[in-house]
């Protein structure tokens, strides 16, 4: 019998595919049993937003839209609510055409069909930029949002 030691030993090695690919398959299978929360009920706040002061455009025409549904352009009011009414207000208030802003600055308060109104107006119009009116939330001076 042979009991000398030769000297040569193997050395123990840790094979990590197999566990590469177990990691793998179980991460894959989280992603795609994985459901995402969906909002069943939306508390929105429109008229709050944190956005920096913008440059003044000379081309813009404001459009204020109170909490009963009227409508005021460059703060001349206006004596009905259709949108007709707005759109020739618009642009009688737009001589340049194209390059014109319309700042929709509405009420907290005011109907989502109002500010719509408003939009399909300006749509009538030609005018296509649009941008709203927000107040920071810190009770700052008050910013447009894009």
Known sequence: MNFRSTGHRDEPEINLIPFI??????????????????FTELQ??????????????????????G????????????EGTSVELVASALQ???PEGQDTVVVISADAAATHQAVINVMD??????????????????????ARKR
């Open 92 to 94: 009688a208030s737009a």
């Open 21 to 38: 690919d177990i990691l793998l398959v179980v991460l894959i299978f989280l992603v795609l049993t994985t459901t995402y929360s969906k």
């Open 44 to 65: 929105v706040n429109l008229p709050t937003a944190d956005a920096e002061a913008p440059k003044q455009n000379p081309k813009e025409i404001v459009v204020t839209v």
């Open 121 to 142: 107006a300006a749509r009538r119009a030609g005018l296509v930029q649009i941008t709203f009116a927000t107040q920071q939330s810190g009770n700052a001076a008050p």
């Open 67 to 78: 909490a009963d549904g009227r409508y005021a352009v460059n703060r001349t009011v206006l």
